[in-house]
T-cell receptor
């Protein structure tokens, strides 16, 4: 998985609780992304980062926030988890934008009860 | 934003036969089209990609074709093997800042021995 780890790999939580997912890379890639994967929707971008402390929204950003204080770490936070945020979350990295592939991590399965 | 449609959603083929998966996109400014293979419990892995200045690209048993006029691109797998069984995703991007990928909804390919 191209030097990308995600933690935790599985999490079960209750509605209304805060949750933080972590993505760690050892590739020193500038761009990092958070996607969610749901049946019938493929992968949808939540937020992305184009450098330390530089982030922007994707197409499904409501209810999520992100932070990137170091090149290697990108955190995704659900301030108050809802059942609609039950999903598999994938982190991806890319060297530069444009004609450049994204490499994906192994994913985190999150269940919100 | 971009809209990527992928067909079929499921595909079963006999080992040794060919498999074709098709995607259409809506934004004529999209210029990079990757294909990902996702095995159960893992993150998507890039298998082949094509840029808008190329009509076809091959890598052993895998090929991708692009028709910019019709705004569609296809994945061709020849001489299929059981290990080709997985979910395949197409994606499109304009490659601008952030390099946001828009994914199709996936095709579950089963190769029957």
């Amino acid at each position: 998985d191209a030097g990308i780890t995600q933690s935790p790999r599985h999490k079960v939580t209750e509605t209304g609780t805060p949750v933080t997912l972590r993505c760690h890379q050892t590739e020193n890639h500038r761009y990092m992304y958070w996607y969610r994967q749901d049946p019938g929707h493929g992968l949808r971008l939540i937020h992305y980062s184009y450098g330390v402390k530089d982030t922007d929204k994707g197409e499904v950003s409501d209810g999520y926030s992100v932070s990137r204080s170091k090149t290697e770490d990108f955190l995704l936070t659900l301030e108050s988890a809802t059942s609609s945020q039950t999903s598999v979350y994938f982190c991806a990295i890319s060297r530069v934008p444009g004609y450049n592939e994204q490499f994906f991590g192994p994913g985190t399965r999150l269940t919100v009860l | 934003g971009e809209n990527v449609e992928q067909h079929p959603s499921t595909l079963s083929v006999q080992e040794g036969d060919s498999a074709v998966i098709k995607c259409t996109y809506s934004d004529s400014a999209s210029n990079y089209f990757p294909w990902y293979k996702q095995e159960l419990g893992k993150g998507p892995q890039l298998i082949i990609d094509i840029r808008s200045n190329v009509g076809e690209k091959k890598d052993q048993r895998i090929a991708v074709t692009l028709n910019k006029t019709a705004k569609h691109f296809s994945l061709h797998i020849t001489e299929t093997q059981p290990e080709d069984s997985a979910v395949y995703f197409c994606a499109a991007t304009k490659g601008n800042t952030g390099n946001q990928f828009y994914f199709g909804t996936g095709t579950s390919l089963t190769v029957i021995p």
